[in-house]
């Protein structure tokens, strides 16, 4: 059946149910603002665990509502925002609004009203919120048809908004121009990697003397991005047609104290839960990677998404300080490794892993590094080079430069009683390994791994949480726990994280080569390898 003959099937059963009933913003008397609260806290909720009830607006909604659509004709507001932290009804929101211009009392003949998101996936969370509440009130149902094709849209056929159409419009669509709207909302558009879609929406308001443009989102990571030049640019005062509303902790306030944390989240006790937040406050003050991402969402600072912190925390890579159990390594587990190979004249770090019966994921370093050279570049990186050296904690290989024979030796004559099984390891300089292996008559299951966002991300989300868990054991090895504190974590917009040095000086690769032994042993479920990626 299409989608048309399904709109009219849904429209004749509605008309069957339908009850002549006085519609709250109906009544006489009530301001244009009031109308637009009455339509809002009609219209019924219809997942989650308040399913069933009407919508009640948040004190902070209901005052934005007021001062968005209370103003005077003269006066009237053309660009709004409403900026504030992840989870506190915009969804619901931005669906009651649209459908307020689209058929209720916000409504006009022929009008347009379209949401916008950053991808079609987010742009049908609205429109299918929408079309859930149409399909709970038989006197939106009997006046409304859905369509799907060429785009997602609901079309009007009798009442205010008769000729009316609504759409959702997706940022990769690049679906955005040839619309006169009458309202448009945007869907966190601090997610938006560029601004065409919403220069698309804000040119063609000229068409209509009285359209409404709407972006109700978190603040996005930086100044230079258009939705802080549109809050910055409100916030001044200087526009009269533009209202912003920006709910924020305080940049010097503490991220992680609850009292701050509420006071940012008014949706607590109604359909957010507290303590899922706080569970994630404690997460990210005991892992620094997870502190940008949670100050952004949960607390609505503009943090910069590519921030560079820690790891982890030295308390949380110190429940792993206990001693690793040698013996698993010879025992016939499966044992899996990173190797991370340097320049010639720097740290190369090969880290094993095996896993105990308590899911406990022992870790085995060698870190190798030139002897020629150990005293200068103890003074570059200001790192105990010699010491560990001499308490074999770094093996010193002899010459001014790492001699990949020599590596390849070592490997052999290490793990050759294991049940090695795969090791993930970085493809820069992999031919003069590969060369070494096969004097040494040797192979290993090698397998090239990127070090990118793609492939590193799930490595580094399961280290974490192995760690966090104290299910991470590495017996403190020194030059291990140097190199984890000099590694830092970058992200992408899309909050995909890879391994980067924090400081110019200092190495990183037993942390690195610690990162791909446990996505080794996460993706041990996998074929094992690409032929080409084999070395033997």
């Not at 200087?238 to 209202?243: A, E, L, N, Q, R």
């Not at 949380?316 to 025992?331: K, R």
């Amino acid at each position: 059946m299409g989608m048309r003959g399904r709109g009219a099937n849904i429209r004749r059963e509605a008309a069957a149910k339908l009850v002549v009933r006085k519609l709250p913003w109906k009544r006489k008397g009530l301001t244009r603002a009031q109308r637009v609260v009455a339509f809002l806290q009609f219209l019924p909720i219809t997942k989650g665990k308040l399913i069933g009830s009407k919508l009640k607006l948040l004190p902070g909604q209901r005052a934005f509502i007021e001062d968005v659509y209370g103003r005077t004709e003269a006066n009237r507001v053309r660009l709004a925002v409403l900026s504030e932290p992840r989870g506190n009804g915009k969804t619901g929101l931005i669906a009651g609004l649209a459908l307020c211009h689209l058929l209720g009392p916000e409504a006009e003949f022929r009008g347009e009203c379209y949401s916008a998101a950053i991808d079609r996936q987010q742009a049908g969370l609205i429109a299918n919120e929408m079309e859930a509440i149409i399909l709970k009130v038989p006197e939106f149902a009997a006046v409304t048809n859905f369509k799907r094709w060429p785009y997602r849209t609901i079309e009007v056929s009798d009442g205010p908004g008769q000729g009316s159409k609504y759409e959702a419009l997706s940022a990769d669509a690049r679906r955005g121009h040839g619309l006169a709207p009458s309202f448009w909302a945007y869907d966190e558009l601090a997610q938006a990697k560029d601004r065409n879609l919403l220069d698309a929406l804000q040119t063609a308001m000229g068409k209509r003397k009285r359209s409404l443009g709407m972006v109700i989102s978190t603040q996005a990571a930086n100044d230079d991005h258009p939705l802080s030049q549109i809050i910055d640019d409100g916030l001044n005062g200087i526009d009269p047609s533009s209202v912003v509303h920006l709910r924020t902790a305080a940049k010097e306030a503490d991220p992680f104290d609850e009292a701050v944390i509420r006071s940012v989240n008014p949706a607590f006790g109604h359909f957010l839960d507290a303590e899922d937040v706080f569970s994630e406050a404690r997460r990210a003050k005991r892992m620094p990677s997870f502190e940008p991402a949670f100050r952004n969402l949960r607390l609505n600072q503009r943090i910069e998404a590519f921030d560079r912190v820690s790891l982890l925390r030295p308390e949380v890579w110190a429940l792993g300080n206990g001693p690793i159990d040698e013996d698993l390594f010879t025992s016939g587990r499966p044992v899996f490794g990173g190797l991370d190979l340097s320049a010639r004249v720097d740290l190369t770090a090969l880290v094993l892993a095996v896993e105990d019966d308590a899911g406990v994921l022992h870790l085995k370093p060698w870190c190798f590094t030139p002897r020629d050279s150990l005293r200068d570049r103890a003074e570059r990186d200001r790192a105990p080079y010699d010491t560990w050296a001499s308490q074999g904690f770094l093996e010193a290989v002899p010459g001014v430069a790492i001699d990949y024979d020599w590596i390849a030796y070592r490997l052999a004559e290490e793990t050759a009683d294991m049940n090695l099984v795969r090791v993930n390891f970085d493809r820069w300089r992999v031919e003069i390994l590969r060369q070494a292996l096969m004097r040494a008559d040797y192979s290993l299951p090698l397998v090239g791994f990127g070090q990118g966002y793609q492939s590193m991300t799930p490595a580094i989300e399961a280290f974490e949480e192995l760690a966090l868990e104290g299910r991470l054991r590495h017996g403190g090895h020194p030059v291990l726990r140097w190199c984890i504190s000099n590694t830092a974590i970058e992200r992408d917009a899309a909050g995909n994280r890879k391994p980067t040095k924090a400081k110019s000086y200092g190495r990183i690769d037993a942390a690195v080569a610690a990162l791909m032994a446990v996505g080794a042993a996460k993706a041990s479920g996998e074929a094992v390898v690409d032929a080409e990626l084999m070395i033997a």
